[in-house]
């Protein structure tokens, strides 16, 4: 039995005459790794952002673990929720960007209490205890007290990893993670997030590693002007592609 973690309906999101989403559906079973490949300007990062209610849908609906996203449905149609509320649902969805977007002033222990403690109210001293966990889990235990211009882009990125863990989000989701990286950190995030999936974690990963999409993925989702063009495990979409567009991408990108 598996069950549906993030689920994604009928999603549409335009930005004025522009629509980037025009339809999307798609499913994410708990402890799975969904790996989303497309070309730029194919929605992909409006798609992780509308499953964080980052943005407003126009139609559509997104739902963790059974809790719809940004809005309650009442009397057969959806209102939005309070800022307040919605910041209270992004609690259980962690965030990797292309940039780290660690906090400059802080240490890296400091980085990623900081959520728990101000967003859970959890106690200093435990949520200081577990992000040094999280530390050693990604490598950089020794890197407790440093500053993050202190370190490599690799060992910034692990950061932003622990510290979305640390709060044992139900799903994790990746916007290019190791795009900005020199090529030779690449491979040390990409471990950490294998060794994540390893864990059962559930991932949302977009990316342009063909590789790590081929090792770690459960399913493979293409994405091309706003929609779904295909998905499945990762030999059929990368190997056996049904659609056309799929293998033009394909093509430019293996
Ligand atoms: P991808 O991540 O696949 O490269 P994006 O989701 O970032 O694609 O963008 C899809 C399209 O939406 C692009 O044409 C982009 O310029 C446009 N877009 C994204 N965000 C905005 C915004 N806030 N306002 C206007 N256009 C946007
Ligand atoms: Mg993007």
Redesign the pocket.
């Known amino acids: 039995m598996t069950a549906t973690m993030v689920d994604v309906r009928g999603v549409h999101k335009s930005?004025?005459r522009?629509e980037?989403l025009r339809g999307v559906d798609l499913q994410v079973e708990a402890g799975s790794v969904t790996v989303i490949l497309?070309p730029?300007?194919?929605?992909?990062?409006?798609?992780l952002r509308a499953i964080n209610h980052l943005e407003k849908l126009n139609r559509g609906y997104v739902s963790i673990d059974g809790e719809l996203i940004g809005y309650r449905r009442a009397g057969g149609k959806l209102h939005e929720l309070k800022e307040r509320e919605v910041l209270r649902q992004r609690t259980h969805i962690g965030f990797v960007f292309q940039n780290f977007n660690l906090f400059p002033h802080l240490t890296v222990v400091e980085n990623i209490v900081e959520a728990p403690v101000s967003a859970l109210r959890r106690p200093k001293a435990e949520a200081r205890a577990h992000a040094l966990e999280l530390l050693a889990r990604v490598g950089l235990a020794d890197k407790a007290d440093a500053y993050p211009r202190q370190l490599s882009g690799g060992q910034q990125q692990r950061v932003a990893i622990a510290r979305a863990l640390a709060l044992e989000p139900k799903v994790l989701l990746f916007d290019e993670p190791t795009s900005a990286l020199d090529p030779e950190l690449v491979g040390e995030v990409l471990d950490v997030i294998k060794d994540l999936a390893r864990t059962g974690t559930t991932m949302i990963v977009?990316t342009h590693e063909i590789g790590f999409a081929r090792e770690a993925a459960d399913t493979v989702v293409f994405?091309d002007g706003g929609v779904v063009v295909e998905q499945g495990p990762p030999a059929a979409v990368l190997d056996d592609p049904q659609h056309e567009r799929t293998r033009a991408f394909l093509s430019k990108v293996l």
């Open positions: 930005f004025g522009l980037v497309g730029s300007g194919s929605g992909k990062s409006t798609l977009v994405m």
